[in-house]
């Protein structure tokens, strides 16, 4: 017996999600950021909250292949 998920959200229902994340990033997040940090001190953030979403990435991704039957 094979079980299917079915696809529940459509391409609209996706770009609506990421609009949203979107707004809600602009309006609440990167602005109070911007003005409290300064360009400087919000760009050092950012480049370090993507290194260190890239670490996670990679943590993520290599878990599989020590334990591959899990």
């Known amino acids: 017996m094979t079980s299917t998920l079915k696809p529940t959200l459509g391409t609209i229902h996706l770009w609506g999600i990421a609009v949203g ?10 602005s109070y950021g911007w003005g409290v940090a300064g360009t ?3 760009l050092l953030t950012t480049l370090m909250i993507a290194l260190m979403y ?17």
Do not use: D, H, N, R
């Not at 990435?57 to 039957?69: E, H």
């Open 21 to 30: 994340l979107v707004i809600s990033g602009e309006y609440f997040g990167w």
């Open 40 to 42: 400087l001190g919000f």
């Open 54 to 70: 890239t670490c996670f990435i990679f943590s993520f991704t290599a878990a599989p292949l020590a334990k591959p039957v899990a």
